[in-house]
Structures are given as C-alpha cells and as structure tokens.
C-alpha cells in the first residue's frame, strides 16, 4: 500500500513538472524587501495549507510565512493533492488517498482538532481505482461535492468521472447518477447553482447544473483553452490563469456566455503548481494565487477594481514547501 502512495506521488509530482512551461512572472516595483519586514506590519493573515497537510499563515504584508497548525494523522510522507482541499468559515477539508481508498479530514479552526475517517463509495461507482481528484464546499446547503475519477492512473480526456455529495456530519455519500468524461479534475469551484471542473491539459470544462443534475462540455471563446488556478468573482465572472507557451496570463472568464478576456495580456506569471483554485479577498476585491518566480515564492494580489497587481515576496526561517495553496485568511 505504501509503495502504491508513493507511486501515485511520483506520477503526481511529474506531472506537475510537465505542466509548468511558464517563463517568470513580471510585477511591479512593490514587493517588500525581506529586511524590510521588521518595520513593516501585517493586517492579517492569508491561510495556506501544503501537500503534507500542514496549515501556514502568510503575513499580507510583510510575507513572512508561520505555523498554524497541522491536519492530525497526516505527515510529510503522504502527498495530498491541492484540489482536494477546500475550506469553510470554521472548517478545512482535505482528502487523501491512500491507494486504494480515499481518507475525509476535518479541520476545526477554533479548536484545531481534526477528525477523519475512511470514505465508501456508493457500489455504482466503479473503475480501476476510483479515487476523489477535487472537493468543492456549498455553503448554502451545507455540503462537500466531489468528483471522482475512475482510473487515477490514466491520462485520457474519456475517463468517467463521478460527481457525489459528501456529507460532512456522517462521512455518508450521495451518488445521484451524474458522470460525465474528463481525464480528471486538478480544479473544481462552484459560481450561482453550477459546478465548473477543469483539468489543465483537456482544453474544455465540465460544467454541472446542480438544479437538474446535468453536466456538458463548455469551450470559452469556442475553442480549447488551458487554464490553471480559477476562482468564482461573482454570478458571471470567474478568475483564472490561461496557459499559452511559455507563459500563463490573468483572464477572465464570462461564465454567462462562455468566453475570455485577458486582463494582464502584457504580463507573465508562473504559477506551480498548478493544480487547485486561487482564492478571492472579498474585503479587498482582490484575486490571490500563490506563485514562484525563479525560485522566489510569492503572492499575486490582483486588485479587480483598479485593474492593477501587486508581488508579495514569501520570506520563512525555514523552508518552503512549495506543494501548497491559499484557501482564506485570518485575523492576526
């Protein structure tokens, strides 16, 4: 069993250096400067949890990356994918997969407790190794989606995927007949009833209509178009990275009539690794993804009304893990 772990990592692992054909990432001239940190004060904190299950804060302003806690009965030998975390006001998910079973883990914020226990799928679910690839958090029902996949193992855009309801009072699950083909899902979000899954190299979305349990294939701009690290902005917008050779570009996609529009055409970025969502800063409308550019790690603040960025250097007496993806923030 744990030689299939690894080995999964290691598919995993290369896979995202597969992916990562970006060049470095161009800012402005507003990064802090680590020596700068001692004078500079942050308003909070942006939350981030890493591939071994550990929970950072990143100063907004100054950087600096801290321990918050830890995910209980995960250590640094396991490999969580980013698309299977997603988090709540109190709560943080995250799945595992320990082949051949996946694992739910609940993370109280408050009392930074976990709980978990093992997941069954439902019998209709079947494949090789069904393995969850993306959770997604309904705020309004208070629900876990997944998004299973049938073969982990392969890489075709006809693999069946499975989309379930995870109920996280009673690990209980809920399989309602919808599948539909996609090699699997590195990101999932939800926007006004629909859930929209994507994976980096298919070039399409799977968008699910929650209200009639229906999914199809969506083409932005009618064409096959890469993405990496979307997020829901509101009822018909949604931020994201489009991958093009030798770079990625801030777009943004009009969920109402399937299209794009580059709002940094002029600028690069390389975001790694690509997989899970970026995260939207409600307070000051900003799109946030975490980042690297030539081994620097940093924060991309996108700021939605003005139209202009910003580079957060990520400084730490230790060393960074970069397997990791910012999913709230907090209070200091």
Same mark, same amino acid.
């Given at each position: ?6 080995? =999964? ?14 060049? /470095? ?18 308003? @909070? ?22 321990? @918050? ?9 396991? @490999? ?10 109190e709560k943080i998910f995250l799945i595992n997969h320990i082949s ?20 069954? @799928? ?11 690839? =993306? ?6 029902? +208070? ?7 049938? $073969? /982990?193992?392969?890489?075709? /855009? ?9 109920? /996280? $009072? ?29 994976? *980096? $190299? ?26 990496? +690290? ?24 009009? *969920? =109402? ?6 709002? *940094? ?66 209070? $200091?």
């Open positions: 069993m744990k030689l299939l772990m690894k080995i =999964s990592a290691v598919i995993y692992i290369a896979l995202l250096f597969s992916c990562s054909n970006d060049t /470095p990432a161009s800012s402005e001239n507003n990064t802090s400067k680590p020596s700068d940190n001692n004078k500079i004060k942050d308003d @909070f904190s942006y939350l981030a949890v890493n591939a071994s299950g550990k929970i950072q804060k990143i100063g907004n302003n100054t950087g600096k990356i801290s321990t @918050f806690s830890q995910f209980e009965g995960l250590n640094e030998s396991y @490999f969580v994918h980013l698309n299977n975390i997603t988090t709540n006001s051949p079973s996946d694992k739910l883990y609940i993370f109280d914020k408050k009392t930074k407790t976990t709980i978990s226990k093992e997941l069954v @799928f439902p019998k209709e679910i079947t494949g090789f190794e069904p393995t969850l690839t =993306s959770i997604i958090w309904d705020e309004s029902k +208070k629900i876990l989606y997944g998004i299973i996949v049938d $073969n /982990p193992y392969s890489k075709s /855009p006809t693999n069946t995927c499975y989309f379930i309801k995870i109920n /996280p $009072n009673n690990f209980t699950i809920t399989y309602e007949g919808l599948t539909f083909n996609q090699t699997a899902s590195s990101s999932a979000y939800l926007n006004n009833n629909k859930v929209y899954s994507s994976y *980096l $190299n298919d070039g399409f979305t799977i968008e699910i209509d929650l209200v009639n349990n229906t999914a199809k294939k969506v083409l932005y701009n009618n064409a096959k178009t890469t993405y990496i +690290k979307p997020i829901a902005y509101d009822n018909n917008m949604a931020y994201c990275f489009r991958q093009v050779p030798s770079r990625n570009i801030l777009t943004k996609l009009n *969920l =109402s009539n399937n299209t794009y529009e580059d709002v *940094l055409p002029n600028e690069s970025f390389y975001s790694y690794p690509p997989f899970g969502n970026g995260f939207i800063d409600k307070l000051n409308d900003q799109y946030i993804c975490f980042m690297t550019d030539s081994q620097q790690f940093q924060i991309l603040k996108y700021n939605i009304s003005t139209k202009t960025f910003s580079v957060l250097k990520i400084t730490s007496d230790s060393t960074i893990d970069s397997n990791l993806i910012i999913i709230d923030k907090i209070d $200091n």
